[in-house]
Nanobody, 113 residues
Framework: QVPLVESGGGLAQPGGSLNLSCVAS????????VGWYRQNPGHGRELVAE??????NYAPSVKGRFTISRDNAQATVFLQMNSLKPEDTAVYYC????????WGKGIQVTVSS
């Protein structure tokens, strides 16, 4: 089991920014694909952004506004969210994946005036 701890969520105004962080308790962080997903009540969990060994991918709805990055030395994955919209409101989850996958507990992001 790899514990994942997300932080940086909260309330932002439309047009504002938030920066999510996810720290993984593993010395093998560099070998994992990393990603951020989000979910609203009654809906499935959707991919927001991911970094795999071969590519970086974004959901069309966030491309150009969100940036995913990773710091292997700190075993941390980040999600910089700019130009936030009310429809970005969701619980955001961090995921690590290799032959198995691990999920964080999720962190609330609310975009509202």
């Amino acid at each position: 089991q790899v514990p994942l701890v997300e932080s940086g969520g909260g309330l932002a105004q439309p047009g504002g920014s938030l920066n999510l962080s996810c720290v993984a308790s593993t010395g093998l962080f560099q070998f994992y694909d990393v990603g951020w997903y989000r979910q609203n009540p009654g809906h499935g969990r959707e991919l927001v952004a991911e970094i795999t060994l071969i590519s970086t991918n974004y959901a069309p709805s966030v491309k150009g506004r969100f940036t995913i990055s990773r710091d292997n030395a700190q075993a941390t994955v980040f999600l910089q969210m700019n130009s936030l919209k009310p429809e970005d409101t969701a619980v955001y989850y961090c995921r690590l994946k290799s032959s198995v996958e691990y999920w964080g507990k999720g962190i609330q992001v609310t975009v509202s005036s």
